[in-house]
């Protein structure tokens, strides 16, 4: 594309057609566009509890929030479907720990009948 330079308001400033061809614009490189979500929609892939995903995220296990403004907490897709692909990976290669199975025999409520 040819770039062409266009004369301004200012005598001395001149600007150049982007690189899409929108005139007046300046070019500017592109980074990929990071798509965030919010907390309801957190919800709704990650079926965890606030508080565990909370503490997941202060031992490192959980991708960061970030504030976008002082009341808007989000985090980065991309970073949420990485971790879920992280831990299907890792329970299917029986990495994960998983929780004991209850002794039925010690209850003190509802005894099992030997």
């Known amino acids: ?4 330079q266009q004369h301004s308001a200012n005598p001395g400033e001149r600007r150049e057609d982007s ?3 929108l005139p007046g614009l300046p070019h500017v490189e592109s980074h990929p566009i990071r798509r965030t979500i919010r ?6 892939i990650v079926p965890l509890a606030d508080s565990t995903i909370y503490e997941m995220e202060q031992r490192g296990e959980f991708p960061r929030r970030f504030h976008l403004t002082p ?7 991309a970073e949420i479907e990485a971790w879920i692909e992280e831990r299907r990976l890792a329970s299917d290669s029986f990495q994960l720990k998983r929780a ?15």
């Not at 907390?39 to 709704?44: D, V």
């Not at 009341?71 to 897709?77: A, I, M």
């Not at 004991?100 to 030997?114: G, L, T």
């Open 39 to 44: 907390r309801a929609h957190l919800r709704e």
């Open 19 to 21: 690189k899409d061809g």
């Open 71 to 77: 009341r808007c907490v989000v985090w980065d897709l």
């Open 100 to 114: 004991p199975i209850p002794d039925v025999r010690q209850r003190k409520i509802r005894p099992v009948r030997q």
């Open 1 to 4: 594309m040819i770039k062409r």
